[in-house]
């Protein structure tokens, strides 16, 4: 009997000391913390702003400037003029702009312009004319002069009415040498429009019936010179 007894209280022992140690076992699993994984942000790298490639207006040339519409040099001639009463009573006329070698000019419907040999002519009859020479910016004006007298020579005696000249349509000439004949006048000029273009002139008025169709219109179509 006591051997029984015995027997039983040691089963209870080592079954209460089993579950002792299930108990504490569960506890330090409740107690202890699980080790978890930490999340790994990913890494977003900057990316660069691309730089705006520059607009057309800043890498294009500037246009160029715009031609001055009052630039003789540059304007655009109308194609006819109108010119009133010349001195002496001569009516007025509606010229043409014509193009000679490097250079315009209006002449009536009187005249002709032989662009090759730049001579302005009178239609009616050719033998009087106006040659026209352009002449370059530092010409000499002394060698000119020379060169005319010897030129007038065969015709006459030069006179000199170089200066300001008194309402003539050219208004002033820097060199105007005559010479008057048997064949009638030869004039040698040398004159500046406006811009100060020079251009010299040999003008033959053989004096005969058709000189007044021809003096005042001839000058009038010189005075009207400009280069192209």
């Known amino acids: 009997m006591n051997k029984q007894l015995i027997t039983a209280a040691a089963t209870i022992i080592l079954s209460a000391s089993i579950l002792g140690a299930c108990s504490n076992n569960e506890v330090a699993n409740e107690t202890e913390p699980t080790a978890t994984s930490i999340a790994t942000t990913?890494?977003?790298?900057?990316?660069?702003?691309?730089?705006?490639?520059?607009?057309?207006?800043?890498?294009?040339?500037?246009?160029?400037?715009?031609?001055?519409?009052?630039?003789?040099?540059?304007?655009?001639?109308?194609?006819?003029?109108?010119?009133?009463?010349?001195?002496?009573?001569?009516?007025?006329?509606?010229?043409?702009?014509?193009?000679?070698?490097?250079?315009?000019?209006?002449?009536?419907?009187?005249?002709?312009?032989?662009?090759?040999?730049?001579?302005?002519?009178?239609?009616?009859?050719?033998?009087?004319?106006?040659e026209i020479e352009s002449l370059a910016s530092e010409y000499d004006l002394t060698a000119l002069k020379q060169q005319g007298e010897t030129e007038l020579s065969a015709t006459g005696s030069a006179k000199d009415y170089s200066g300001e000249l008194v309402e003539h349509p050219l208004g002033f000439a820097e060199l105007y040498l005559q010479a008057t004949g048997d064949k009638g006048v030869v004039d040698y000029m040398v004159w500046k429009n406006q811009a100060g273009e020079a251009f010299l002139f040999r003008i033959h008025n053989p004096k005969g019936a058709l000189s007044n169709k021809f003096s005042p219109w001839v000058m009038v179509s010189l005075a009207t010179l400009e280069r192209n």
């Open 42 to 130: 990913p890494v977003i790298e900057a990316t660069a702003t691309p730089v705006p490639s520059a607009t057309p207006s800043a890498t294009e040339a500037p246009a160029s400037a715009a031609p001055d519409p009052t630039d003789p040099q540059t304007s655009e001639r109308p194609e006819t003029r109108e010119f009133g009463e010349q001195e002496g009573g001569v009516s007025g006329q509606t010229a043409t702009l014509e193009q000679g070698d490097g250079y315009s000019l209006y002449i009536t419907g009187d005249f002709t312009l032989n662009a090759q040999t730049n001579r302005l002519s009178l239609t009616e009859d050719p033998a009087y004319y106006a």
